[in-house]
């Protein structure tokens, strides 16, 4: 049974930090592209970072270059999104994603395994 955990959520002050995991089961992260996106009230769903297992290539959305850091322990099947200088902007249910590829993946349709999301809140 494939499985994505995200967690590592909470509420937090603007200008303060949180690290995201997501852990997979039921697969290994062999040849996978795993990203993050976010979904605020109202807003549709949109890509903030991903990274590729096989040599760590990375991608940032425009609007957190320089303030997110996403990287893989493929011994653990985690990934992780460090989270600095966040800004109440940022606050959204943060989806994890995985689908088997070599490159960055970008949009939403292109990932075929989601975790459930967990809620990151940014006060000002």
């Known amino acids: 049974d494939v499985q994505l955990q995200a967690s590592g959520g909470g509420l937090v002050q603007a200008g303060g930090s949180l690290r995201l995991s997501c852990a997979a089961s039921g697969f290994t992260f062999d040849d996978y592209a795993i990203g993050w996106f976010r979904q605020a009230p109202g807003k549709e769903r949109e890509g903030v970072s991903c990274?590729?297992?096989?040599?760590?290539?990375?991608y940032y959305a425009d609007a957190v270059k320089g303030r997110f850091t996403i990287s893989n322990d493929n011994a653990k099947n985690t990934v992780y999104l460090q989270m600095n200088s966040l800004k109440p902007e940022d606050t959204a249910v943060y989806y994890c994603?995985?689908?088997?590829?070599?490159?960055?993946?970008?949009?939403?349709?292109?990932?075929?395994?989601w975790g459930q999301g967990t809620q990151v809140t940014v006060s000002s």
């Open positions: 994603a995985a689908s088997r590829a070599i490159t960055i993946l970008t949009e939403v349709w292109e990932y075929e395994y």
């Open positions: 990274i590729t297992s096989r040599d760590g290539t990375t």
